[in-house]
C-alpha cells in the first residue's frame, strides 16, 4: 500500500509518499480501505517530533479516515466487509489501508461524501467528549470556543448552538469571524482587532462565560479565568501558545472554576466506544438531515501531504483540509 511516511522529524517537507506492507488486524480490528484521510493539529505536532504515537499505535500519522470495510477481526459482529464507514484511527490514515478497533467506528451520515465523512471523527469525539461530557454544557447556557474557524472550532459552534446554547468565538481574521457567525456564533471576535475580554464581559453583561473550549493557552490561560461566570467551566485541549504562564487562580477559588483539559488519543478504545456511541445516537441525525455540515477548507491527494501540512500550519484555512486517496 502506499502510506506517507516521516523518516525522520521536522517540517512538512520531511512527508514522504513510500509503499509497504497492508497492516494485519488484530481480533476487535477492521480493515478500512482508505478513500479519504483527515489532517489535524496533532499530526503536525507527531511529524515534529513533540507527539509520539502510544505505544502499540501504528506510527503513520492520520487520526481520522472514511473508506470501505475489506476484512474484520474474528471478535467483531458490528460490522461486514462492504460497509462505509468513518474511523477515528489511533494512526496510520495517511495510507491506502488502515486497521482501526471496530468500536471506533460510525456509519458514514446518508448523503456525506467521503471526504466529509472523513473531517468528523476527530473533531466530534474531541467537541462530545469535551463540551458535553467534561464540561455538561447545557442548553441555555453560554459558550466560548477560541479558534472558531479551525476544524474544532466549527464543529464546536455548530454542535453547541444546535444544542441551544448562546455561541462566542474568536477568530484571527474578519473572514474568519464571518465564517463563524454563518455557522451560528452570535457573536465573532477578531483577536488581532479587539480584546474578547471586553468585548464579551459587555455581551455577557458582566455575567462571563459559562463553558469555555481553549485550544491556544499561553496568556489566554489567565484571561478564561477572568472570563469565566460562576460556575463556569474551563477545558484545556491544546496549548498553541504554550502551556507555561503566570496565572492568578483566585477567581477559581471566588467564582467556583472547574478548571480541566484532556487529549482525546491516549484514552482506551472503550472510551473511544462510549462517545462514538453518544455521537451516533446524539449528534449524527444533525449531519444526516444536513442541520449542520463538515465544513472542508481544501482537498489534497495523498502525494501532496506536504502541502497540507504547510496549509494547516499556516492558519490561513477555514475548517477542515482532507487528503482525497481517490486522486
Avoid at 466487509?81 to 456509519?107: H, I, K, R, W
Wanted: net charge negative; charged share 20%.
Amino acid at each position: 500500500m502506499k502510506f506517507i511516511d516521516t523518516p525522520e522529524f521536522g517540517g512538512p517537507e520531511v512527508l514522504t509518499l513510500a509503499e509497504g506492507k497492508v497492516p494485519d488486524i488484530k481480533d476487535n480490528e477492521i480493515l478500512i480501505h482508505v478513500e479519504a484521510a483527515g489532517v489535524n493539529r496533532p499530526d503536525i505536532i507527531q511529524r515534529s517530533g513533540n507527539y509520539p504515537a502510544p505505544k502499540g499505535a501504528s506510527p503513520i500519522l492520520g487520526l481520522e479516515v472514511a473508506g470501505k470495510v475489506v476484512a474484520i477481526g474474528s471478535k467483531v459482529n458490528t460490522w461486514k466487509q462492504g460497509d462505509l464507514v468513518c474511523a477515528l484511527t489511533n494512526g496510520g490514515g495517511y495510507a491506502e489501508f488502515v486497521a482501526v478497533p471496530a468500536g471506533q467506528c460510525l456509519p458514514i451520515p446518508d448523503g456525506l461524501s467521503m471526504i466529509e465523512a472523513a473531517a468528523l471523527p476527530e473533531t466530534n469525539f474531541t467537541v462530545w467528549s469535551n463540551v458535553f461530557e467534561r464540561a455538561q454544557l447545557k442548553s441555555g447556557e453560554r459558550f466560548l470556543v477560541h479558534g472558531g474557524s479551525s476544524g474544532i472550532g466549527t464543529t464546536a459552534i455548530q454542535l453547541a448552538k444546535i444544542m441551544g446554547a448562546q455561541v462566542f468565538t474568536t477568530a484571527g481574521s474578519e473572514e474568519k469571524c464571518k465564517a463563524c457567525r454563518a455557522l451560528g456564533a452570535e457573536l465573532a471576535i477578531n483577536y488581532r482587532e479587539e480584546n474578547f475580554l471586553e468585548v464579551l464581559k459587555d455581551a455577557t453583561e458582566g455575567k462571563g462565560i459559562d463553558v469555555i473550549l481553549d485550544m491556544v493557552g499561553g496568556d489566554y490561560i489567565q484571561k478564561n479565568l477572568s472570563l469565566a461566570a460562576l460556575e463556569g467551566r474551563i477545558v484545556n485541549i491544546a496549548y498553541l501558545q504554550g502551556p507555561v504562564a503566570k496565572v492568578n487562580f483566585l477567581p477559581v477559588m471566588l467564582k467556583r472554576l472547574t478548571v480541566s483539559g484532556s487529549t482525546l488519543r491516549p484514552q482506551s478504545t472503550e472510551t473511544k466506544q462510549g462517545i462514538a456511541q453518544q455521537l451516533l445516537e446524539s449528534v449524527w441525525p444533525f449531519y444526516a438531515d444536513k442541520t449542520i455540515k463538515p465544513i472542508i477548507a481544501e482537498v489534497f491527494p495523498l502525494s501532496e501531504a506536504t502541502k497540507a501540512h504547510q496549509l494547516m500550519e499556516s492558519n490561513q484555512h477555514i475548517g477542515k483540509i482532507v487528503f482525497d486517496l481517490s486522486i
